[in-house]
């Protein structure tokens, strides 16, 4: 059974870091897509960031390139993100290869509770 626990998040001013964590347990290979979703009050859940843990290549949605950080630690086995918006943030994980996919959360049938970041200035 795959299993997703988020940790992390929290308030951050503008222009600090702040990192959110997804420890994944129950996946027997690395053929599978690791991704970050955020939801915001009246509006629908979006993919912002995605890895493939085999191929270790980072996808962003456009409002997040250049401005968040998706990196994968094979040996804790948990995917990280550093993200600039005030939202809920999601990990998400499923046998995804096609890259259109890897941002849609339709792609993704296993989910972590969610981790709430709230961005001030």
């Known amino acids: 059974q795959v299993h997703l626990v988020q940790s992390g998040g929290g308030s951050v001013q503008t222009g600090g870091s702040l990192s959110v964590s997804c420890r994944v347990s129950?996946?027997?290979?690395?053929?599978?897509?690791l991704g970050w979703f955020r939801e915001v009050a009246g509006k629908e859940r979006e993919g912002v960031a995605a890895?493939?843990?085999a191929e270790d290549n980072p996808a962003y949605d456009d409002s997040a390139k250049g401005r968040f950080t998706i990196s994968h630690d094979k040996a804790e086995n948990t995917v990280n993100l550093k993200p600039e918006d005030t939202a809920m943030y999601y990990c998400?994980?499923?046998?995804?290869?096609?890259?259109?996919?890897?941002?849609?959360?339709?792609?993704?049938?296993?989910w972590g509770q969610g981790t709430q970041v709230t961005v001030s200035s």
């Open positions: 998400a994980a499923d046998m995804i290869q096609r890259p259109s996919l890897r941002l849609r959360e339709a792609g993704y049938a296993y």
């Open positions: 129950g996946v027997t290979s690395d053929n599978y897509c």
């Open positions: 890895i493939h843990v």
